[in-house]
């Protein structure tokens, strides 16, 4: 159910914590952390007035929706796939749940509301995916991606637990689709959602409603009170009043950092002011920050993230998966000086996309443009925003803001080294350049057939690598290695235990199904011993 806001205040517990935060300790009895103090939070003091203002009235009105003097199983931190996961398999295992959702109830469901499908092992066709997808095979694409750079052991759970999650989920009242043409080559590996990722996350959370979840929006979690290797409470704000949930087990499901500018300028520097956040601006990753700060061990390296090259034009946050471009290959792409920097046909672009927005990240101004002519316009699913066109090179570098003389010399070079070859834009085809620094080494074609097209490419981060250690039951790893009690992750938060680098199309959500029904389990396992 999703909980009232007014529900359940005890006044006693209210004036409690009151006097804590007048005190300057949290719930804890701790000192309140820098900035957080009752002068730097204004809604904190107008909760606070109310309550005098308005007597009982007040306290209720002011107080946050949870039922304080109730006592969960399970408190599950964010309210993405990873944690509706978590939440549903604990409360089908008899415990009782808490999800604490920082996103208003329009904006739920993290980045998970942005995906279409994810990747399943199979050994035959089954539901909508073709032929079969063995687990060597997975392991394999699995390895070339991360070049190594994962946890054998925890990879091949993902996959072997991959071939089980479809039907789970349909119980669950997620529907599948077969995958569109153009959608990255992924109908035999990759299962699509019907409706998106908006359509199963609202599925998981009917569902969670009416198992008899507890649900909370607008609730920020801000930390974890880790006592040695027990979590004791969660420090949670809501409407500018902090209160304290209690829970025998928590599962950390929170996404990664990626919409934390300024942590990202902690590696990237100004250059992160450039970038656009294709997911959710709620993934500040404060809980991830707060829980390495208190020993527990981190995982994957914190200067990477998982990168596109989407529409320029596209918003700050959010702008989900119509802004990416998938003309790359059958283009070439170039900086602000017009010149090219990388092979655009290297691979198919299944196995390449993912490189491309760090590449356009690297540039001057964190800018590039990706130009065609009209040969390839029907090749790729355009971008929500219309294409820039003209008649001539010159005219096009004006439009963009680059030197025609410039451009014309990249074009007319590229031309020159393009061989002859058979041109299929489904496989690894023989077209290429010859000479040419950097070589395009498949679907290079003159760009020689009116209108001249680009599109504007910016850094599109879809998610950040750093994350929490943990072990085959999503318990989450101390420094010194002993796993914690009662704390479990799953989703992007631990992703990095699998996927240290590199990006495999659709294991984002085979990761947090699998993990998150792990943490369920586990945590409920825990919570009823
Ligand atoms: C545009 C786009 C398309 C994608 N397409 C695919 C795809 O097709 N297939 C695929 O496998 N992957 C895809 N991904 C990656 C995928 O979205 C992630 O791997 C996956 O959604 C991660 O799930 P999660 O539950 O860990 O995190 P999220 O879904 O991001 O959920 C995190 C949740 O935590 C909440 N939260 C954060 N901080 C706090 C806090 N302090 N207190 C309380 N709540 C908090 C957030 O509000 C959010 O609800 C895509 C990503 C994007 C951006």
Known sequence: MTVPLSRGSSRDGVWKNAVLLCRGVD????????????????????????????????????????????????????????????????????????????????MRGGNSRHTRNLRAMHAAPASVLSDSYPEEEYWDDLLRVTGGVTDEKLARLVIRESSRVMPWMAEQGVRFQPSLTGTLNLSRTNAFFLGGGKALMNAYYARAERAGVDIVYDTEVISLDLEGDCVLGAEVLHEGVESTVRAKCFVAASGGFQANIDWLKEYWGEAAENFLIRGTPYAKGGILRDLLSRGVAPIGDPTQFHAVAIDARAPKFDGGIVSRLDC????????????????????VWPKRYAIWGRLVAQQAGQIAWSIIDSKSEKLFMPSVFPAIRANTIAELAGLLGLDPASLEATVKAFNAAVQPGKFNSQTLDECRTQGLTPPKSHWARKIDSPPFIAYPLRPGITFTYLGVKVDENARVIMSEGRPTKNLFAAGEIMAGNILGKGYLAGIGMTIGTVFGRIAGREAARHAGN
């Open 27 to 106: 719930a804890f009895g701790r000192p309140r952390k820098e900035g957080r103090s009752l002068a730097a939070t204004p809604r904190v003091w107008r909760s606070i007035n109310e309550i005098a203002r308005d007597g009982a009235k007040g306290w209720r009105k002011a107080w946050m929706g949870i039922d304080r003097t109730k006592h969960y199983d399970v408190a599950v931190l964010g309210g993405g796939n990873a944690a509706l996961c978590a939440a549903l398999m604990a409360r089908s295992a008899g415990a009782s749940v808490l999800v604490l959702e920082h996103a208003p109830i329009a």
């Open 328 to 347: 790359v290959p059958f283009s070439i792409v170039v900086d602000r000086a017009s010149a090219r920097f990388y092979d655009e046909g290297e691979d």
